[in-house]
């Protein structure tokens, strides 16, 4: 059986607690690997060589930060394929889908080549006689990232671009489900020219992640998983005084007006809700149709593009759809919840429950189901799926499905379907959700945008990056200094103004 690492000071490293976590292939359900559980110990140690390694990467100028950043991008794109296979393999995900993944997370490292542009401050000349005012970004010193299941690769690099390149140094841990991609991005980040110790990733549970919450060397701590665990490191963390930023879990709706395209409108549901089978914080899992025919439109086009999918693993290539969900627990819950919703008296228009693949009955499939009827008392209107579920709830107006995604606990993302630019316009000035969709229905901003959510789906003042995440990564310091230092006033005990 292999067994993965650490990467602790630029090597991999054999976990020490004794603890393991089976990584599985979803497709075939093997365990295929195991990964070692930190113990606090083991954190605490990984902290303190990445406190002592950040003294000279934070000292180094930002330029040839940005430059290691650069060719590591460049190195992303040379292994892309190899990465893309190996994150298929222990997420579930296809392969065209997991380049997407790495590319998305590519991109915020191309946008964090432009580091010093981000990192340069302010400065105030003639504040007062004689008196200049300055401020600068430093480093937090050493942050961390806990990182979820569904994006290894993307997220891992969203939390520790940023975070190096304004001279931290960071400890990445990565979710236990697919770890072996994060700490490929550490082998080639050091190949890409980052010094040891600077990057440590850091295998491991809950007892990992409450060392991290309270290690006194770490400084910021940048977390995305499910919202209980979110509200969990966010109390945990601010109480001990860091900088916390958590993105948790979502249930976006997608409202589909009279006016809509009908046949853009499900095409843009299957990909928007099956894709990844469903596994996105930023999938539609509500599809809102506005009036009674606009929703029988709907439905009759969703049900023959849903019934065409093809569920299959990541290994058949271009012939599949979409792959299995990422463990066995992840598929019983979903099918659980289907069950909930038939119960409590939803309309299962598409099927999924009886899927098998022939030859893989063992891998952690789950067919598409799409539900009618809906109403927001059921479990699966009110509770994150994250499986290929969809759900259509009807409203009769515009301002009834509003009220639909606006009362809804999350806050992530939300879509509008509509040839009318004054719903459209007043849509998204008024919807309390964090990234709107007009006719787009994965509104997922670009790296020089930022990221976040609303409500139940985020926990902290700033978003994920963008310029936020480099506010969030920085400190700011203000120096006011007088040269030249001859000026003599005499001394004043008053509170005045410098003029
Ligand atoms: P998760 O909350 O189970 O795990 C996330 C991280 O927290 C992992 O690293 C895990 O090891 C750790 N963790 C799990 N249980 C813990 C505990 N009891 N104490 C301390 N740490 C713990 O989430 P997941 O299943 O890996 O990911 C799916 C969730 O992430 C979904 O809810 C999805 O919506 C959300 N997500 C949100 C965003 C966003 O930007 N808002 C992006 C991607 C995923």
């Known amino acids: 059986m292999k067994e993965l690492t650490h990467w602790i000071n630029g090597k991999h490293v054999k976990g020490t607690s004794g603890r393991f976590a089976d990584v599985f292939n979803p497709a075939t359900g093997e365990v295929q690997a195991k990964v070692p559980l930190a113990s606090k110990a083991e954190l605490d140690h990984a902290a303190s060589e990445a406190a002592k390694a950040q003294v000279k990467w934070g000292a180094t100028n930002p330029q040839r930060r940005a430059r290691v950043m650069m060719e590591f991008v460049r190195l992303l794109n040379r292994d892309m394929q190899k990465l893309a296979e190996v994150l298929s393999s222990e997420h579930g995900k296809t392969v065209p889908d997991a380049k997407g993944d790495i590319q998305r997370g590519l991109e915020v490292m191309e946008f964090c080549i432009g580091a010093p542009q981000m990192l340069k401050g302010e400065f105030t000349d003639s504040a007062g006689p004689g008196i200049d005012m300055y401020s600068m970004r430093q480093p937090v010193g050493v942050a961390a990232g806990i990182t979820p299941f569904n994006f290894p690769a993307m997220i891992p690099m969203w ?175 979903i099918l659980r919840l289907v069950e909930s919703g038939v119960q409590q008296g939803a309309k299962l228009v598409v099927d999924g429950r009886n899927f098998k693949l022939q030859g893989y009955e063992d891998g952690f499939f789950v067919g598409p189901h799409l539900f009618d009827h809906v109403t927001r008392d059921m479990d699966i209107y009110k509770k994150e799926i994250f499986g290929p579920v969809l759900s259509t709830v009807r409203a009769k107006t515009y301002e009834e499905a509003l009220a639909y995604a606006m009362d809804h606990e999350y806050g992530n993302g939300t879509a509008i379907f509509t040839r009318d630019g004054d719903t459209a316009r007043d849509f998204a000035n008024r919807v309390n959700v964090g990234m709107i969709g007009i006719n787009v229905p994965i509104p997922v901003p670009l790296a020089y945008h930022t990221f976040g959510g609303w409500k139940k789906s985020a926990f902290g003042d700033l978003n994920q990056h963008g310029p936020d995440a480099f506010r969030f990564y920085t400190r700011t310091k203000t120096i006011t200094s007088r040269w030249p230092s001859g000026i003599k006033e005499g001394a004043s005990l008053n509170f005045k103004p410098m003029d």
């Open 159 to 333: 939390k520790m671009g940023p975070a190096l390149a304004c001279g931290n140094a960071f400890i990445l841990k990565p979710s236990e489900r697919d770890p072996s991609v994060p700490l490929m991005l550490a082998e080639l980040m050091q190949e890409a020219g980052l010094p040891d110790g600077v990057l440590q990733v850091v295998n491991g549970d809950k007892e990992a992640v409450d060392a991290i919450l309270d290690n006194p060397e770490i400084g910021a701590i940048g977390f995305v998983g499910s919202t209980p665990i979110a509200e969990y490191i966010y109390g945990r963390g601010c109480s001990n005084g860091k900088r916390v930023q958590c993105f948790g879990g979502a249930k976006n709706h997608m409202i589909i007006m009279p006016d809509a395209d009908m046949d853009q409108a499900a095409d843009a549901l299957v990909g928007a809700g099956y894709g990844a089978a469903g596994e996105r914080c930023m999938a539609i899992s509500v599809a809102v149709p506005v009036g009674d025919a606009t929703a029988d439109a709907l439905i009759e086009r969703l049900i023959p593009r849903i019934e065409k999918l093809k569920v299959g693993p990541y290994t058949a290539g271009n012939d599949v759809d979409y792959g299995p969900v990422v463990t066995a627990a992840a598929k019983a819950n």
